[in-house]
């Protein structure tokens, strides 16, 4: 239920609100409270109920006393979330398109002279900056229906000059424009790539994929200066130093208007790259080996074709509705799931006792990757007998491994969960032990978890990354009483919608914004 703010009064109940919230998370009375602030029980009683005028100074020491932050004042459009747990889901909700499909796709749309429609994109933050970068860029875009089918058209002339750099900052997916600019301009400037705090994080996997296509990067004051000598077909296979989604696009990218062959070895074979690549075929480019680790391309000097293209449904977010049914053990049907990437994650599921059903197979709208329907039941779980960590496609997925943490803590006995690659991602999930969890950081990649976990209600800072956040407010789904999720700007990133769509299964959340 969207929830904004209105009157005076509006203000006060809801900031009484937080603060009776917070006093009870902190094991307070209304007169220890009082005690605290010099005040009277009664006084404290009218604040919590809003009958009573709040000054700035009373609020801030209200928020000193509860060691809790109750309004916060100059942060413009942060969100937060107040989650009434316990509650059982029912019904069945559809997985919408994958953000990682839908930046690639836009970043690919720059290869091609005419106007690309992508079909149902995930109308998310991720999305939106890279709609802004184009549109400083002179592309034009517009969404086209309420299915959030969008339409894109390139100008004659890129005006790279004028990049809108405060939003290219704010993703890293801005790296993909390194691909398709190297084509049609000798040089050119990119603002550094940003997104999650997941620790390091280089691009030089990029750099040394682009190189053999003549591409040359400096890195200066915040930018990235790119040279290009006249692209030319690598003269040998490239071969990726890592299996990387976004560098592999990149090289796709990058051979896909090359006058000749290209071969890419240890190349990522994950669920975006597939769509890149059916998207590219659709254009005229020919791709051999897709799903696979070596990709030969025949480029297409000149893409100009006006293309239809539906990027398929988001793994990731089918896992995390997966997690929400688990948590919460409720029977879900999560529609239009992208199966053929969460194969290895319900075998892994399956061993630790989840008992889901599963509907014939159907294609998705992009003709390819195969969907399904999958009904998680209720079920007792056991912690898996070896470690959990991602590997790439066809392994375990490294955005969903944060969702196992939560299933884990959900499991009779100890799992270990390893995230071998971010530096930092792990570390976020000890937030979990607020909710209840016992959660022991081994070192910053591997954390073990102990359950099952008897949640409690709690107020949780929303971690720096997208999805810790997401199974915090999952674990807030399962936590009885109320729970305070802050700033979950951060979710917007790669999810649509969240809140109101779990909202639609029967979870208790109310979302509200700073005075
Ligand atoms: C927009 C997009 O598509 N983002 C996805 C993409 O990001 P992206 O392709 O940008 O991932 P990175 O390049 O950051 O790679 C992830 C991390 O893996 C390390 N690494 C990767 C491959 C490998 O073989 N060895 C290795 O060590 C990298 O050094 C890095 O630390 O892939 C990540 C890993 O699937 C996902 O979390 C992101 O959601
Ligand atoms: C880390 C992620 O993505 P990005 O590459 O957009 O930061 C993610 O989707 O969890």
């Not at 025949?298 to 089918?318: F, K, L, S």
Request: contains cysteine; neutral net charge; aromatic residues 4%.
């Amino acid at each position: 239920m969207p929830d904004t703010f209105g009157s005076t009064e509006d203000y006060l109940r809801r900031i009484g609100t937080l603060i009776r919230d917070a006093r009870k998370h902190r094991g307070l009375t209304q007169a220890q409270l009082a005690e605290t602030l010099g005040t009277s029980q009664s006084a404290v009683n009218r604040i919590e109920r809003g009958q009573q005028n709040l000054s700035i100074e009373m609020l801030t020491r209200v928020s000193d006393a509860l060691d809790s932050q109750i309004v916060s004042l100059g942060q413009p459009g942060a969100m937060h979330l107040r989650v009434h747990g316990g509650a059982k889901l029912s019904g069945s909700i559809d997985v919408k398109t994958s953000k990682n499909a839908g930046v690639a796709l836009l970043c690919a749309s720059l290869l091609n002279r005419g106007r690309t429609v992508l079909r149902r994109v995930a109308r998310i933050e991720e999305v939106n900056r890279i709609l802004e970068v184009l549109e400083s860029m002179g592309v034009r875009y517009r969404w086209l229906n309420s299915d959030n089918d969008l339409e894109i058209v390139p100008p004659v002339q890129l005006k790279l000059d004028n990049i809108n750099a405060a939003a290219a900052r704010r993703t890293r997916s801005i790296i993909m424009f390194l691909g398709p600019l190297l084509h049609d301009h000798p040089s050119f400037a990119l603002p550094y790539a940003g997104g999650c705090d997941l620790g390091t994080r280089t691009v030089e996997p990029h750099m040394i994929a682009l190189r053999p296509f003549g591409l040359e990067v400096k890195a200066t004051s915040g930018d990235y200066h790119a040279t290009v000598n006249a692209p030319t077909p690598p003269s040998r296979p490239i071969v990726l130093t890592e299996r990387g989604d976004t560098v592999t696009e990149n090289a796709i990218m990058a051979a896909a208007r090359i006058d000749g062959i290209t071969i890419i070895r240890n190349a990522s074979s994950n669920y975006m790259v597939q769509d890149l690549c059916f998207y590219l075929q659709k254009l005229g480019v020919d791709i051999e080996g897709v799903g696979t680790t070596t990709l030969k391309i025949h480029g297409q000097p000149i893409i100009d074709r006006d293309v239809d293209y539906a990027p398929a449904e988001d793994p990731i977010e089918a896992m995390s509705l997966i997690t929400a049914a688990i948590v919460t053990e409720s029977k879900i049907t999560v529609t239009r799931a992208p199966i053929e990437f969460l194969e290895i994650e319900l075998a892994v599921l399956q061993e630790m006792g989840l008992k889901y059903e599963l509907s014939e197979e159907y294609p998705a709208a992009n003709g390819h990757t195969r969907l399904a329907d999958i009904t998680v039941l209720p079920s007792v779980l056991r912690a898996p007998i070896d470690k959990i960590h991602p590997m790439p496609f066809p392994g375990l997925n490294l955005d969903n491994l944060p969702f196992f943490a939560l299933i884990a803590a959900c499991a009779n006995g100890a799992t270990l969960v390893h995230d071998w690659v971010y530096e930092k991602r792990a570390i976020y999930l000890t937030e979990l032990d607020k909710l209840g969890a016992r959660v022991s950081l081994m070192d910053p990649h591997r954390v073990r978890i102990e359950g099952p976990t008897h949640w409690s209600g709690a107020e949780v800072i929303c971690p720096p990354a997208l999805r810790p956040a997401v199974v915090i407010l999952l674990a807030m789904l399962a936590a009885k009483g109320t729970s305070v999720l802050r700033n979950v700007n951060v979710i917007h990133r790669g999810y649509e919608q969240l809140a109101e769509r779990l909202g639609k299964l029967g979870a208790q959340i109310e979302i509200f914004g700073d005075v």
